[in-house]
């Protein structure tokens, strides 16, 4: 039934200022947004290996969790998590979790950016062997 991921959506009070902050991130211009009210409501970016997508949502339109609901946290593929994370520190987000060692080829780590969303990076030798093996 699950085939994959397609888009992940974080949300952002000021989304202009959390797609520039995120175009910093990833070195990348958004390839897509869309205004509502005149103002910017969504914007999205194509990013990685397999052109996962980033969108970035104005928290008015967040659709209501049900009581007792969690969010999940997304862990986006690195090729250093320690060195992504201290990035990440470095360009405003705060610690979530520190980098963490979860077996041989599995480190993972996650911060909250400065617009209150969780940011998980992952160095993960299954996604590494996956992608070698297409690549051929």
Do not use: K
Not at 33 to 43: E, N, P, Q
Not at 77 to 93: P, T
Request: aromatic share 12%.
């Amino acid at each position: 039934m699950l085939r994959g991921l397609t888009t992940i959506t974080y949300l952002a009070d000021d989304v202009v200022a959390a797609r520039d902050w995120y175009a910093e991130v990833l070195g990348a211009e958004a390839y897509f947004d869309r205004d509502a009210d005149g103002a910017l409501a969504y914007t999205e970016f194509r990013l990685g290996d397999y052109q996962h997508e980033l969108g970035i949502m104005d928290r008015r339109f967040a659709p209501p969790l049900p009581g007792g609901a969690a969010c999940a946290i997304a862990y986006w593929a690195v090729d250093d998590a320690r060195a992504s994370y201290e990035r990440l520190l470095a360009l405003g987000a705060i610690e979530h979790l520190p980098p963490t060692e979860r077996g041989p080829g599995y480190v993972t780590a996650s911060v909250v950016d400065p617009f209150g969303n969780v940011l998980g990076v992952m160095e993960n030798a299954h996604y590494r062997e996956v992608l070698a093996s297409l690549r051929g």
